[in-house]
């Protein structure tokens, strides 16, 4: 299972990026997705989360409204639409998967990571 996470770069206050989660060697449709940040010195927490199941997307309240999830699953794609963005969103940006997480649990259960890709917001 192989994941590549792309997107992130530098933006202003109030601006937007859409991050970008390739997903290969399994069938996205069965598994869960996540995105997680993790900030420098602080540990790393979830931002949006889409199950496999009944397909619901979970946002944490700092995102909710300013950050759109989707999931592309024919082409094991998933996209985290972000806008409005502000300092404290600053953080490596994280794709994972895993054929049994429940969302809103924490990092540790699951069990493939992309590689992270670095959002800096600043003026």
């Known amino acids: 299972v192989q994941l590549q996470a792309s997107g992130g770069g530098l933006v202003q206050p109030g601006g937007s990026l859409r991050l970008s989660c390739i997903v290969s060697g399994i069938d996205l449709e069965r598994y869960a997705v996540a995105w997680f940040r993790q900030a420098p010195g602080k540990q790393r927490e979830d931002v949006s989360c889409?199950?496999?199941?009944?397909?619901?997307?979970y946002y944490r309240d700092s995102v909710e409204g300013r950050f759109t999830f989707t999931r592309d699953n024919p082409k094991n794609i998933v996209y985290l639409q972000m806008n409005n963005l502000n300092a404290e969103d600053t953080a490596v940006y994280f794709c994972?998967?895993?054929?049994?997480?429940?969302?809103?649990?924490?990092?540790?259960?699951?069990?493939?990571w992309g590689q992270g890709t670095l959002v800096t917001v600043s003026s």
């Open positions: 889409s199950t496999h199941g009944d397909g619901a997307t």
């Open positions: 994972a998967v895993d054929k049994y997480a429940a969302c809103g649990i924490g990092p540790s259960i699951w069990d493939y």
